[in-house]
């Protein structure tokens, strides 16, 4: 079938469904027709009025089967039968109250938990930096080598930072920046703020405009300049009343006059102070708030080994290779090494920016998702427990619908609609609680993780709980059901037919489920507690390296 | 749940669907309509089961190459009249052309045996 035909059966499908009532009056008097045009010519040819009725019918067949053919042209047969799956589902679960709010309320924290948690991998980990090509993003770190010790340092040297800008080849540009706290005073309130001073060169490297205004020019990176600012949407938003007049404003900046040039787009986003070193220090942890330019003084200017005090991002050229681009700031690096000391060497090394800023955390989070994972495969482990419970009382349903002609197969579909009603209320049920749970961890971030800010459930984490609620629902309803099976018709029905506790087989049965319970339960309290020791240590402050 | 279609096979269904949209090419008509002008014209060789025509025709319409509408038939019943579509008459001359093949084919073998 040709890719129109296709479309074109689709949509008439769809649209049938839409007008179902439709649908059957259509074909109803479609049939009708042919049924009494028939007639008629049997009449005309001379029968009696009974006669030709009997005899166009017996031509036409069976009325009710040739309108099911059609309708069965014109509907999507999976879906009347799944609608009925779903629907017989829903009443045998509202017949066992109990039951169906305990397994929804697991199922809740199951995929609840996983949802919340997978966000985190989300939004910190799969989720590219918000730069323009971030892959080719590098922080350039330094480091002196005594003998075979390399220590690196946390940070550069302006001047060798204006020494690989005038000479390495393998970088589109490199920019360089340096934490700053300040008060600033605008009209008659004042507030501690805290900031970068950054080049010029930083916003077109990571493909960022301001929203309004400009960001800084070549020239304001000297001293000599005056003092720029550039706010982030937030500060504008707190501090400046979101004043669309803003640019060309004075502040004062620590007594200094400074001019706003421009504010940032709401959606950048930048490391928090610390995060652009190689270490962690509480007093450069803060989010960065606005930039300043650079205003390099002639002392800072001056390349040499030490007074390394500045971050430095570098973009490689497309298609440049990291080793390539490493062993030519390697080279520079040697140069000016050689001038002040022999007994050092100076050297360079080149972090990718996602690495840098999310790697100290990424083995942390793929631990808390292992937990959450962990944590679903013993709710749907318990869950099926349940089930089996709850098969064993429903085998004698069960049989009977078998011994009445049901195929396995629809008993099958019968479970698993079962599971996949309970999953899905779990799963609703969850992810409005995760969704909450993920608002109130940005808003009030009581977990030091990088990237925080761009944690949301999002289509993404949507569908990957769709996936998670889908699975869980068809392993705790389709195993017991499996597993129930293989017991003969005939048997369920003559040993149920009996009382039920005088069964040797279902009292082992019971004791058997009972067992299995409370070793699951064991394992979940274990798992659970690994995982709070595990959370404990995300919670908890980063590691010191 | 077992539906099954009159004996047809892939070939005698085709020519069902040829048969359809070929005299559908004097206008619109509808469903009894067709299966009259099949039998007249054939001088009642071929009868048009009701089965097969309906499930046909929807097929047809389905597949986009017929279009349908309710009219009011000679005798002012409400009816469902089909037309060919341009895929429709596409499809004819496709059809025409590979039957042309086919009947001479067999027709030359026929001959020979």
């Known amino acids: 079938m040709k890719i129109t035909e296709s479309l074109t059966d689709l949509w008439l499908r769809i649209k049938s469904l839409a007008l179902r009532r439709k649908l059957h009056h259509d074909l109803e008097d479609e049939l009708d027709f042919h049924l009494a045009m028939r007639r008629q010519k049997f009449e005309r040819a001379g029968m009696p009025p009974s006669e030709a009725a009997a005899a166009a019918r017996r031509r036409f067949g069976n009325p009710t089967l040739r309108h099911e053919n059609l309708r069965s042209l014109w509907t999507f047969a999976w879906l009347d039968s799944l609608a009925r799956d779903l629907r017989y589902a829903c009443r045998s679960m509202a017949r066992a109250p109990l039951f169906m709010v305990v397994a929804v309320a697991t199922l809740a924290f199951g995929i609840g938990a996983n ?31 005594h003998g075979a010790e390399r220590h690196i340092f946390s940070a550069v040297n302006s001047g060798n930072v204006l020494e690989w800008t005038r000479r390495a080849r393998s970088f589109q540009s490199i920019a360089m920046m340096m934490p700053s706290n300040d008060t600033i005073v605008m009209g008659s309130g004042s507030a501690n703020v805290h900031g970068l001073r950054a080049s010029a060169s930083l916003f077109p490297l990571l493909g960022i405009h301001p929203r309004i205004g400009r960001s800084f020019t070549p020239e304001e990176d000297q001293m000599g300049h005056g003092l720029e600012i550039l706010l982030t949407d937030a500060l504008w938003r707190e501090r400046f009343a979101a004043n669309p007049e803003i640019v060309g404003r004075r502040v004062s900046l620590n007594g200094f006059p400074t001019t706003v040039v421009g504010v940032l787009p709401p959606s950048f986003y930048f490391p928090k102070q610390d995060q652009i070193y190689d270490t962690s220090t509480s007093h450069w942890s803060s989010p960065v708030e606005y930039f300043l330019n650079l205003n390099l003084g002639a002392w800072e200017r001056k390349p040499g080994v030490g007074n390394a005090n500045f971050a430095a991002i570098g973009r490689v050229l497309p298609g440049v290779p990291r080793q390539q681009a490493l062993a030519e700031l390697e080279t520079i690096e040697a140069a000016i090494g050689r001038q002040e000391t022999d007994e050092y060497s100076l050297h360079a090394e080149l972090v990718p920016l996602r ?10 989070i793929w631990t808390l998702m292992a937990g959450a994972g962990l944590v679903l495969i013993i709710v749907c482990v318990n869950l099926a427990g349940l089930m089996i419970g709850r098969n064993a009382a429903r085998s004698r349903e069960v049989a009977i619908r078998l011994a009445l002609g049901a195929g396995r ?7 698993a609609a079962e ?27 009581p977990i030091s993780l990088p990237r925080l800010e761009s944690v949301t459930v999002d289509g993404r984490v949507l569908a990957f ?6 699975a869980a629902g068809l392993l705790c309803s389709v195993l017991p059901a499996l ?15 009996a009382s039920l506790t005088s069964s040797r ?35 908890g402050p980063p590691h010191k390296r | 749940m077992e539906r099954k279609e009159p004996p047809s096979g892939e070939m005698l269904r085709d020519t069902l669907d040829m048969l359809v949209l070929k005299t559908l090419q004097k206008g619109p008509m509808h469903g009894y309509g067709i299966a009259e002008f099949i039998e007249e014209r054939s001088e009642d060789v071929l009868r048009v089961e009701e089965g097969a025509l309906y499930p046909a025709l929807h097929r047809l319409e389905l597949r986009g190459l017929l279009a349908a509408e309710w009219g009011v038939s000679d005798n002012r019943r409400r009816a469902k009249f089909y037309r060919l579509t341009a895929a429709g008459r596409k499809q004819l001359e496709k059809d025409g052309v590979r039957w042309g093949l086919i009947s001479t084919a067999i027709a030359r073998i026929m001959e020979t045996a």
Not at chain 1, 128 to 134: H, L, N, S, V
Not at chain 1, 355 to 363: D, H, L, Q
Not at chain 1, 409 to 415: A, E, G, M
């Open chain 1, 505 to 539: 087989r279902t009292a082992f049965v019971h004791r058997l489920l009972a067992s299995s319970e409370i070793a699951l339960c064991t394992v979940l309290l274990i798992c659970a507690l690994l995982l709070g020791q595990s959370l404990s240590r995300v919670w």
């Open chain 1, 355 to 364: 690495a840098a800023i999310v790697g100290p955390a990424e083995s942390r």
């Open chain 1, 465 to 470: 709980s769709a996936a998670v609620a889908l």
């Open chain 1, 419 to 445: 599971g996949l009603v309970l999953a899905a209320a779990g799963g609703a049920i969850g992810v409005a609680g995760a969704f909450l749970g993920v608002r109130f961890l940005v808003r009030y971030a």
């Open chain 1, 409 to 415: 197969w629809t008993v099958l579909r019968q479970f």
């Open chain 1, 483 to 497: 597993r129930a099976k293989d017991r003969g018709i005939e048997e369920t029905l003559r040993s149920t037919a």
């Open chain 1, 115 to 145: 949802t919340a948690i997978f966000s985190i991998v989300n939004g910190i980990l799969l989720r590219a930096m918000p730069y323009d090509k971030p892959a080719d993003l590098y922080f350039i770190r330094e480091g002196l080598q």
